[in-house]
């Protein structure tokens, strides 16, 4: 195990409504990436945090957004929920901003929307 | 643009026979960084390995071994006398090299390893 904790493990939602998930990085670490893998794909970058403060935001609308919190632990927050947000929500801790390079992955919330 | 293909979406293999698994990358940066996860069903990525893109020296850990090839853009992980217990989902994954938080992963194989 990676010291990292996602909640909540599945969700479901309905078209339109906003949900929240939640990460908990692992001890030490100050920067959090978080990826969304639809069924039977790669996980796909969304935005990285690193003390606080957005530090890099992949190709997602602007309804995904993030905080992280003075103990690091990261929340991703989703918009006016689409059909195609449904999938696996993986956060990633890791020591130091973009250069840190050992990314140790949480198991992830389901999320499913209907 | 970085690209990371896996062309094999599924291989099934018998316990003990060796199989490798194909990764091939995309970029126009001269340093950069490749990784390989698995991820077994429960869901987390497991990481397995990180080579950057100055040191094409071949890594062997256990029954895992990678072949790196900037010749040819490839990245390639064999597994050695497989095992049940390797059945999962395999990623490889490729970053610029100051943007190591942001990795492009490729589609992933699935290996299935039959007793």
């Known amino acids: 195990e990676t010291g990292v904790t996602q909640s909540p493990t599945h969700l479901i939602k309905t078209r339109g409504q906003q949900v929240t998930l939640r990460c908990s990085s692992q001890?030490?670490?100050?920067?959090v990436s978080w990826y969304q893998q639809a069924l039977g794909q790669g996980p796909q970058f969304i935005f990285q945090?690193?003390?606080?403060?957005?530090?890099g935001r992949g190709n997602f609308p602007p309804r995904f957004s993030g905080l992280q919190f003075p103990n690091y632990s990261s929340e991703l927050n989703v918009n006016a929920l689409e059909l195609d947000d449904s999938a696996l929500y993986l956060c990633?801790?890791?020591?130091?901003?973009?250069?840190?390079?050992?990314?140790?992955f949480g198991p992830g919330t389901r999320l499913t929307v209907t | 643009a970085q690209k990371v293909t896996q062309a094999q979406t599924e291989i099934s293999v018998v316990e003990k026979e060796d199989v490798t698994l194909d990764c091939v990358y995309e970029?126009?940066?001269?340093?950069?960084?490749l990784f390989w996860y698995k991820q077994p069903p429960s869901g987390e990525l497991v990481f397995l390995i990180r080579?950057?893109?100055?040191?094409?020296q071949n890594e062997i850990s256990g029954r895992y071994s990678w072949n790196f090839q900037k010749s040819t853009s490839s990245f390639n992980f064999t597994i050695t006398a497989s095992q049940v217990v390797d059945s999962a989902v395999y990623f490889c994954?490729?970053?610029?090299?100051?943007?190591?938080?942001?990795?492009?992963f490729g589609q992933g194989t699935e290996l299935s390893v039959k007793p």
């Open positions: 990633a801790s890791s020591s130091g901003q973009m250069n840190s390079y050992e990314q140790y």
């Open positions: 001890s030490g670490h100050n920067t």
């Open positions: 945090y690193y003390r606080e403060e957005e530090n």
């Open positions: 970029t126009r940066d001269t340093t950069y960084y």
């Open positions: 080579r950057n893109s100055f040191d094409e």
């Open positions: 994954a490729l970053s610029r090299y100051n943007q190591g938080g942001k990795l492009i």
